[in-house]
């Protein structure tokens, strides 16, 4: 097999190019929708929010399997697999953060204060959290590694050989 250095020089080649292209496709969808989607209503918004996070965490998948059949020998382990989408997940959780980040401070910069009324308007006042752009970038980062782990644990348990 290979040794640990080639292990992950390999796999960084690997999350690079698929956490890559999770990332830039997670950027251009959630700017898009944002951006065109001002007039939409939260609920909508949140909709298409999630749905950009797991179309974008699809890459976990691909990338665990191009790991498998093109670089290892048709195998693949299931920490590894889960480390290989973890890192892939952190890349795509920066690209949406980023782009999170973009859209309250300079398309939107009243999103947060909106988002507020909305939850007092609908008696939820106690979910209120005060939030800053840079707060708003750091959640969706975390949000989508979390929810990208899930999927690395799905993904290598389907993946997986020995």
Known sequence: MYSNINFFSIMKQTVL??????????????????????????????????????VSLSFIYFGIKHYRDKVNNGTVYLGKAILIG?????????????????????????????????LIKEGRGDEIIEMTSTMGALFMVALVTVIGFVISLISGLILQRK
């Open 86 to 118: 973890v890192l892939i997940s952190v890349l795509v959780g920066i690209g949406i953060g980023v782009a999170d980040y973009i859209y309250t401070q300079y398309i939107n910069p009243d999103f947060f204060e909106d988002y507020t009324q909305m």
């Open 17 to 54: 190019k698929y956490g890559s292209y999770g990332a830039l496709v997670g950027f251009l969808i959630f700017v898009i929708h944002l951006a065109l989607g001002k007039d939409l209503d939260f609920g909508t918004l949140e909709i298409l929010g999630y749905l950009s996070i797991f």
